[in-house]
């Protein structure tokens, strides 16, 4: 199942409207301007996972209510086959399944991820993102080039790479080919995902 971006921004602008919330308060709430958040709200713009976190977060509601209208109801276990999980798209290119979207009260969100192999990013710096919290990023197929600040790390199958997401940090595929692997984001209850 594959959210449509016009079906989870009227969610969004009805969850907002029923909390009588202001278009500039949710605004501050994602970090964007006014014109960004309309722009996102109405469905002009795609709906990265981090602005989804942070309106879900403002609402008090789980993300995936927002991007599929359902509530999360398991409580003791969730069981998603290979193949099968939530997708939602964070970046061109990438394909993320959500692993445990009918999972209440989450302290991670656990997605399979493809990062596509681009030739034209190989001699660029890598862009960097920032996001409170943590992450576990698990290599199954595939090379990727980590940067973490200052630093470049090489990975491959096997590879288990953990940080603090709150720092400076991006990534590529390398080899020729897509880089599949497991991205765990830590959120303790006390820190958001950016």
């Known amino acids: 199942m594959e959210p449509k971006i016009e079906e989870v921004a009227s969610r969004i602008r009805s969850l907002r409207e029923d909390l009588d919330i202001s278009m500039q308060e949710m605004a501050q709430a994602t970090g964007r301007s006014l014109s960004e958040y309309a ?3 109405s469905g002009e713009q795609d709906l990265s996972f981090t602005f989804l976190s942070k309106c879900a977060k403002r609402f008090g509601v789980d993300v995936v209510e927002l991007l599929t209208g359902e ?20 970046r061109a290119g990438f394909e993320y399944l959500h692993k445990a979207p009918q999972f209440k009260n989450k302290l991670a ?21 920032y996001h409170r919290g943590q992450e ?59």
């Open 71 to 90: 509530n999360p109801h398991l409580t003791g276990y969730s069981l998603i086959r290979e193949g099968d999980g939530l997708s939602v798209k964070r």
């Open 109 to 129: 969100e656990p997605f399979l991820v493809t990062m596509p192999y681009l030739p034209e990013e190989q001699d660029k710096s890598i862009h960097l993102s």
């Open 136 to 194: 576990i990023d698990c290599i199954v197929s595939g090379h990727m080039r980590f940067a973490y600040e200052g630093h470049v790390e090489e990975l491959g199958p096997g590879d288990v790479l953990m940080y603090d997401s709150g720092r400076g940090h991006g990534m590529i595929a390398t080899g020729g080919e897509p880089c599949v692997f497991y991205a765990i984001v830590l959120k303790p209850q006390d820190i958001e995902i950016m």
């Open 39 to 41: 722009a996102q709200e």
